[in-house]
């Protein structure tokens, strides 16, 4: 199993030296890749490559005004294989008509990124997992709704926990489509440290262990922590303690 850092927790950060040393700061901490945030400089390759790190992921927004091609160019700039995906197509907008045209547009944007050799994969929050229409979760109709040959699951557990659901189950029962995993952790409503929150995590990194297609982690956590690369290098550690390596 392979871990890697998300770097959202540091997208703020606009002094690049201060960004390459933050990545080789996480190297040093034992993480492997990292999933950048589409639109940072994509000089962070050299750096990567310099110190021994992968590029595992691109993340960006649905609702983003992006060019495809220049999707597309930074993943081949970057190195990375997967294009993580957040979002409908109008971020606030969450009808179940919204989830359906979002599902596809999913499914389109998979398939031309699966000719570019991408994988496309929809990464959750919360709100996905609120009833939509008396019956059915955004979620549900997400998933019944994008074509699984060319959209995955980029599951993020900890959202998941935080909106009430048992994400161990989830990741049981949708253990076909889920490529990859972010776990994360909450104190209350405060993003935290993995192993520092209230989630039960011990049966969220036991259940990632047994799925077929994850083959990579990324630990995440919000931006405002005091210690951002000591919290990340912390939940790693968290991660090793489990068992997950």
């Avoid at 259940?207 to 210690?227: A, K, M």
Wanted: aromatic share 8%.
């Amino acid at each position: 199993m392979t871990v890697g850092a998300q770097l959202w927790m540091f997208n703020a950060i606009s002094d690049e030296t201060e960004m390459d040393r933050i990545l080789s700061q996480l190297r040093e901490g034992g993480f492997e890749c990292v999933e950048t945030m589409f639109g940072r400089p994509p000089h962070h390759r050299t750096v990567l490559d310099r110190i021994g790190m992968k590029c595992y992921a691109t993340h960006v927004a649905l609702s983003a005004n992006f060019d495809f091609a220049d999707l597309v160019g930074h993943c081949r700039q970057m190195g990375a294989s997967v294009v993580c995906i957040s979002g409908l197509l109008q971020w606030h907008k969450r009808s179940a008509d919204d989830y359906k045209r979002s599902a596809e547009a999913l499914t389109t944007l998979g398939s031309r990124c699966l000719a570019e050799g991408l994988s496309l994969q929809y990464h959750n929050h919360d709100f996905e997992f609120e009833l939509v229409d008396g019956t059915s979760t955004g979620m549900d109709l997400l998933i019944s709704g994008f074509d699984p040959t060319v959209v995955s699951l980029c599951f993020d557990a900890g959202w998941a926990s935080k909106a009430g659901n048992n994400a161990a189950l989830f990741m049981h029962e949708h253990s076909g489509i889920i490529r990859t995993v972010h776990l994360r952790d909450f104190r209350g409503s405060e993003s935290v440290a993995l192993g520092t929150g209230d989630l039960d995590l011990k049966s969220q990194v036991k259940t990632v262990r047994q799925l077929p297609l994850v083959q990579t982690v990324l630990v995440e956590q919000d931006p405002g922590t005091l210690n951002p690369v000591g919290d990340m290098i912390l939940g790693r550690k968290y991660l090793v303690d489990c068992g997950l390596l």
